[in-house]
């Protein structure tokens, strides 16, 4: 399903240009331009061209790595894409870190634990999380950790992640990032795990005196793991959506802030490249999730 998905993109991108409302050329030039400069931008992009001729020019420069130029920087878009793609993923990975390394452990103490202090404070800072918009929960971190503690930098990119000025400068948008994400799988996990936790298996795996820590984590949490990756397969998009309103809180030099400026700008070919970058990713992702499954659950096949 790979290929027909990012062609169904592709077909849906290349629309962007020519579905937007009024003259694309005269919005990126101005009121003020002159007809002769507006006409001449017009055969620059191909608008004086049927839509099937454009669609497949675009899709053969596509297919070839040539994502078209910057209209505002005159920079080839791959090249302006490639410059921030390492930090949109670095972004996006270690919110995924931080949204396991919290959630995991917490599900699986919840639902060993049920109905204790412990349970009920993490169900209620996962309701919490998952209820705060992301914009509101940056600019909370901002002013709690940067401007009244100073324990992190306000935004900015410090660096490579094996640094410690790299570390201080991603904790706050990898945070805030993952909140959401830390939510959604706390409360999958321990809802999984508590359903696992009840069922004929793991009582036979008990009255064999099998130790109570291999019970939960050989035989529940594995079980419970293939639901709980099928939903966070699913959130990798709503992941990237989040890093792109980060990226412009924390001024992080992602596709995310590049995106923002690109729409603001008028610039298409830089907006086509960045969302066809971001479907690509995610259309990964999900393909790896699918993977992945076969190694949690042996008795999946695959044909």
């Not at 790979?2 to 962007?16: A, F, R």
């Not at 009121?31 to 899709?59: C, M």
């Not at 936790?197 to 949490?221: F, N, P, Q």
Request: glycine share 8%; charged share 15%; hydrophobic share 50%.
């Amino acid at each position: 399903m790979v290929i027909p998905i990012m062609l169904g993109v592709t077909l849906i991108v290349s629309s962007i240009l020519y579905l937007s409302p009024g003259d694309p050329a005269r919005i990126m030039l101005g009121p003020n331009a002159r007809p002769s400069v507006v006409k001449q931008l017009r055969e620059d992009l191909g608008l004086d061209k049927p839509f099937h001729i454009r669609y497949f020019t675009w899709l053969g420069d596509i297919l070839q790595g040539d994502f078209g130029v910057s209209l505002q920087r005159n920079v080839p878009v791959t090249e302006m894409i490639m410059s921030r793609l390492p930090a949109s993923l670095e972004l996006a990975f270690f919110a995924a870190m931080v949204a396991w390394v919290i959630a995991l452990p917490t599900g699986i103490i919840s639902a060993v634990k049920p109905y204790t202090i412990f349970d009920n404070i993490s169900m209620f800072f996962a309701l919490f999380w998952v209820s705060m918009p992301s914009f509101w929960l940056s600019i909370v971190a901002i002013i709690v950790f940067a401007l009244w503690l100073g324990v992190f930098p306000i935004s900015g990119y410090g660096g490579p992640f094996w640094t410690l000025s790299g570390i201080m400068h991603l904790a706050l948008p990898a945070f805030c990032t993952g909140a959401r994400l830390v939510a959604m799988l706390t409360r999958l996990i321990r809802s999984k795990m508590m359903d696992e936790l009840g069922k004929d298996y793991v009582r036979t795996a008990r009255s064999k005196g099998l130790k109570e820590y291999l019970v939960v984590m050989k035989h529940a949490l594995r079980n419970s793991l293939i639901p709980t990756i099928t939903v966070f397969g699913l959130q990798v998009p709503a992941l990237f959506s989040l890093s792109i309103i980060i990226e412009t809180v924390y001024a992080w030099p992602g596709m995310g802030r590049l995106l923002v400026d690109g729409v603001f700008k008028r610039d298409y070919p830089l907006v086509q490249g960045i969302v066809l970058m971001y479907t690509f990713i995610v259309v990964i992702t999900n393909l790896a999730v699918d993977l992945i499954y076969g190694y949690i659950d042996p008795r999946i096949k695959y044909d």
